[in-house]
C-alpha cells in the first residue's frame, strides 16, 4: 500500500496505527538505534539517517541513511508522512537490528497519541522511544534544574511524557512512549544514552549523518 499523501488520509492511518501503540515494557537493549532527518535546501528531498550504538557503551557500530523525494506537505503533527519513509528505509540498510530506537520527535505526546516514534516503532514492531526538543500538545511543568529531573507532561488529565533534565542547567527535552516501552522505562533509557549533552548520543550520531548526507546530496 502506497502512503498516503494527503492530510485526511494521513490522519485517519495516524488513528489506525495509535490503537496499536503499546505503551508497556522494559527492554535492556544491546543495540540502540537513533533516528533523525535532514532536508535538501531546495526542500524536494528528505535524508533520513540511523546510526546504531552499543549500549550501556555508547560505542558507534554503523550508520546507514536513505534519499527519499518529500510526497507530503509539511503539517506539525504529521512529519511521519515527510520523514518516516526515509527513516524507515534507513533502518533497514543497518547490517545489525536493533532492540530499541530513539527518535528525534514525539511519541505518544501528539495530539491523535501517534507523532513518528509510535509510527515507526508500530511499523518495525522495534521498542522506540520519542524525543524532543519542543512540546507539540500538552503542558508541563519545569522540572528540577538537576539532570534527572523530571515533570509530567499532561493533556486532558492523561500523562503524555516527561519534561527530562538530561543536564543540569539545561533545557529539558520532552520524553514519550513510542512503542513498546513503559514511560518511566524511557525516561530511565534516556538519561543512561545521555552523555553529558542536552540530546542522547545515538540521536546526536544520525543527526550528524544525516547532515552530512544532506552536504553531500545539495552538491550532486
Sequence with gaps: MLPPTYPEAAIALQEEISRLVVTEGDPY????????????RDGRTVFGAAALLVFPSL???????????????YIPGLFAFREGPALIEALGRLAHT?????????????PRRCGIASHIGVVTGIPSIGVAKHLLCGAAAEPGSERGSAAPVTEGGATIGCAVRTVTGVHPVYVSVGHRVGLVEAVRLVLA?????????????????????RERGDGL
Design 29 to 40: 537493549p544491546s543495540l540502540v538505534a537513533g533516528l533523525d532527518a535532514a532536508y535538501a
Design 59 to 73: 560505542e558507534f557500530v554503523e550508520g546507514a541513511w536513505a534519499a527519499c523525494e518529500i510526497a507530503f506537505p
Design 98 to 110: 536493533p532492540d530499541l530506537l530513539i527518535v528525534d520527535g514525539h511519541g505518544i505526546a501528539h
Design 193 to 213: 544514552l545521555s552523555d553529558g549533552y542536552r540530546l542522547p548520543a545515538p540521536i546526536r550520531a544520525a543527526h550528524a549523518l544525516a547532515n552530512r548526507v
